[in-house]
């Protein structure tokens, strides 16, 4: 599925930035921890969408697969995975 890759760490990490003309997204999860997505502003531990380890995957089709991908681990944590767009 992967085209691109991303890593996410316990500070927020900004993995994909915005794009006016992305229609889709799908965002998997490969190794680490469990990760937290925000779209359009900083990811929260905790809050959002979360991605478990193990090869959990999401397709995001509306108006947030536009805006500025950030993700954020629990302390001391990392994450890795890709994504395709659309």
């Known amino acids: 599925m992967s085209k ?3 890593s996410a760490t ?3 990490s900004t993995v994909l ?3 006016t003309y992305r229609a889709e997204i799908a965002l998997q999860h490969w190794s680490g921890d469990e990760v937290y997505l925000g779209f359009g502003e900083a990811a929260v531990v905790g809050e959002g969408i979360r991605l ?3 090869a959990a995957y999401i397709q995001i089709s509306d108006h947030r ?6 993700m954020i681990c629990d302390t001391a944590k990392t994450a890795s995975g890709g994504y395709q767009t659309a």
């Not at 697969?65 to 950030?70: E, K, N, Q, S």
Request: no cysteine.
């Open 4 to 6: 691109g890759s991303w």
């Open 10 to 12: 316990a500070v927020d």
């Open 17 to 19: 930035d915005a794009d």
């Open 52 to 54: 478990s380890s193990g």
């Open 65 to 70: 697969a536009r805006l500025a991908i950030h």
